[in-house]
């Protein structure tokens, strides 16, 4: 089977391009993100049922990292990662900026001191009794 039976020539669902791209593991979780608002298409929130075509600009908002993507194809069900990655193109500006912040999380990391010990008696007391307060 070539690689053009697998492409759609008009427009498809925003929630079922975002799977097809592999950006999220179910159409349901797209779906929801398309909800919460982590998804917009030229600067705007959509619907689930907007139609994504080739060329549009969608910014994706994704634990902590926001991609800036073109639609560059479209596909007829979700196939490789390879396969997905055709699908889009990130903007520089968004690679440099997901880049910067990878770093910056990464030296934060590095920064927490740990002795690698467990908590002791009282300090796992305190732990949960802060955990408690912060819970309700």
């Known amino acids: ?14 929630d079922k391009w975002l799977w097809c791209a592999r950006f999220y593991k179910t159409r349901s979780l797209a779906n929801s993100a398309i909800r919460t608002g982590k998804i917009k298409l030229a600067g705007l929130s959509i619907k689930s049922g907007k139609e994504i075509k ?7 908002s994704q634990n902590g990292f926001k991609y800036q993507i073109e ?8 196939g ?3 396969s997905a990655s055709l699908l889009y193109e990130e903007t520089a500006e ?3 900026q997901r880049r910067l912040l990878a770093e910056q ?3 934060a990391q590095l920064a927490i001191t740990s002795d690698g010990r467990r908590p002791n008696k009282q300090q796992r007391r305190k732990i949960i009794q802060f ?5 309700d």
Do not use: F, H, Q, W
């Not at 080739?54 to 994706?60: F, K, Q, R």
């Not at 639609?71 to 979700?78: G, H």
């Open 80 to 82: 490789s990662a390879a």
């Open 54 to 60: 080739i060329g549009d600009e969608i910014e994706i």
């Open 131 to 135: 955990t408690r307060k912060s819970g």
């Open 105 to 107: 999380r990464k030296i």
């Open 94 to 96: 968004s690679l440099e």
């Open 71 to 78: 639609v560059t194809a479209l596909a007829k069900y979700r």
């Open 1 to 14: 089977m070539s690689n053009k039976s697998k492409l759609i020539p008009d427009g498809m669902r925003a």
